[in-house]
């Protein structure tokens, strides 16, 4: 069984402060990584997608991927109240098309 | 652009009805995914349609439950004889094609609960 894990946290940071979110896979054919954000009763929205080793930032977003470890992580630098959410770690195997979800890390960010 | 849209926002049923759930993918895109996120549990993978075909089927639980996609574009999911079991966010999201690169958009859900 290919899988996917978080950290179920919650992870609670005070608010200007880095949270740092990761993820393993199991899949040593995986070839993409992604990261969505999903608020309390919204649908996932995506936030990252990363497909080299190394990393990737975007805004206060970086994320970064180590295949030789099988791991991701999503880092937030200069954490908002609004980046209070559950962020999910996707998986996309080699030749399948379809995502491979974590449970999700539940990140609370305090004023 | 409009993104994915889902149609009805939720549904109430008995349990041994049948449920129609739809899918209005993003303009253009090809690629359309059925997923499902029950209380505590991760999004777990339905099917995938590439165009009009599904070539993966391998995440439909049951034979209750079938999908189909018509014109390349609506999709819709069909769950026969509902159980409790099946209450849960079905969620359906587009890309703009297949391939290991694309990224998969997704739409608001439909909430089932089956009574």
């Known amino acids: 069984q290919k899988e996917v894990e978080q950290n179920s946290g919650p992870l609670s940071v005070p608010e200007g402060a880095i949270a740092s979110l990761n993820c393993t896979y199991s899949d040593r054919g995986s070839q993409s990584f992604f990261w969505y954000r999903q608020y309390s009763g919204k649908s996932p929205e995506l936030i990252m997608f990363i497909y080299s080793n190394g990393d990737k930032e975007d805004g206060r977003f970086t994320a970064q991927l180590n295949k030789a470890s099988q791991y991701v992580s999503l880092l937030i630098r200069d954490s908002q109240p609004s980046d209070s959410a559950t962020y999910l770690c996707?998986?996309?195997?080699?030749?399948?098309?379809?995502?491979?979800f974590g449970k999700g890390t539940k990140l609370t960010v305090n004023p | 652009g409009a993104g994915v849209s889902q149609s009805p926002s939720n549904k109430v049923t008995e349990k041994g009805k049948d449920v129609e759930l739809r899918c209005d993918p993003i303009?253009?895109?090809?690629?359309l995914y059925w997923y499902r996120q029950s209380l505590g549990q991760g999004l777990e993978f339905l099917i995938y349609f590439q165009g009009n075909s599904a070539p993966d089927k391998s995440g439909l639980p049951s034979d209750r439950f079938s999908a189909e996609r018509t014109g390349g574009s609506v999709s819709t999911l069909t769950i026969q004889r509902t159980q409790q079991e099946d209450s849960a966010v079905y969620l359906c999201a587009s890309s703009l094609t297949s391939g290991s690169l694309e990224t998969q958009y997704f739409g608001p859900g439909t909430r089932l609960l089956v009574l």
């Open positions: 996707a998986v996309k195997e080699g030749g399948s098309e379809k995502l491979v």
């Open positions: 303009s253009g895109h090809t690629a």
